[in-house]
């Protein structure tokens, strides 16, 4: 069946601007993760979903930062007034549950660069 | 705090020989722990898991990890490396009271020399 798709693939923007990111997880998924990949911290968590539960938010790095769900599947990743330092691969993940031993599948990634 | 270390950020083998990867893991509780892989320019793919079944996990492309509490370590081997291994290996950690979480280690880049 069908991964996890993100878009678009790429995504270049100038300083200040408002970029969104967006997330089709794999289908019967009910929990929804997304992860950013940056040459100086690494792979870092920012935000999950699990269905209609409140979301947590602890790994996002800033309130220009917010993320949504809907209808429980495809998801968005709002940054906004960007930042240079916002430059980097954001990856999205999508798991049958929200549970620590369940594997996460990742999408390929949108790579953001901020000008 | 949960963390999660590799121990060499590059690794360097012959086609043919065996791979060795290191991780040690910190967790306050028995986590389940993974092994990704990163192609160039693709996406994260699981290679294996263990989540407090046996020990010693097999994965794919005949990777396996053997889980050490003792040694609080999971490290990657494999037999013999092909061609098509090169890429970036992350050990990761998903302590099992947050949520399906997950925590990486910084990340080992496997070269294969032919």
């Known amino acids: 069946g069908a991964g996890v798709s993100q878009s678009p693939s790429n995504k270049v923007t100038e300083k200040g601007k408002d970029v969104e990111l967006r997330c089709d997880p794999i289908?019967?998924?009910?929990?929804l993760y997304w992860y950013r990949q940056s040459l100086g911290q690494g792979l870092e968590f920012l935000i999950y979903f699990q269905g209609n539960s409140a979301p947590d938010k602890s790994g996002l790095p800033s309130d220009r930062f917010s993320a949504e769900r809907t209808g429980g599947s495809v998801s968005t990743l709002t940054i906004q007034r960007t930042q240079q330092e916002d430059s980097a691969v954001y990856l999205c993940a999508s798991s049958l549950r929200r549970e620590f031993n369940y594997e996460q599948y990742f999408g390929p990634g949108t790579r953001l660069t901020v000008t | 705090a949960q963390s999660v270390t590799q121990l060499d950020s590059h690794v360097s083998v012959s086609e043919g020989t065996p791979v060795l990867l290191r991780c040690n893991y910190s967790s306050s509780y028995s986590p389940s722990l993974f092994w990704y892989v990163q192609h160039p320019n693709k996406g994260l793919q699981l290679l294996l898991k263990y989540t407090s079944a046996a020990t010693l996990v097999k994965g794919i492309n005949g990777f396996e990890a053997e889980f050490k509490k003792s040694e609080t370590s999971f490290h990657l081997t494999k037999p013999s490396a092909h061609m098509s291994d090169a890429a970036e290996y992350f050990c990761v950690v998903s302590p099992y009271n947050q949520g399906g979480k997950l925590i990486f280690g910084q990340g080992t880049e496997l070269s294969v020399k032919p």
């Open positions: 289908s019967g998924h009910t929990a």
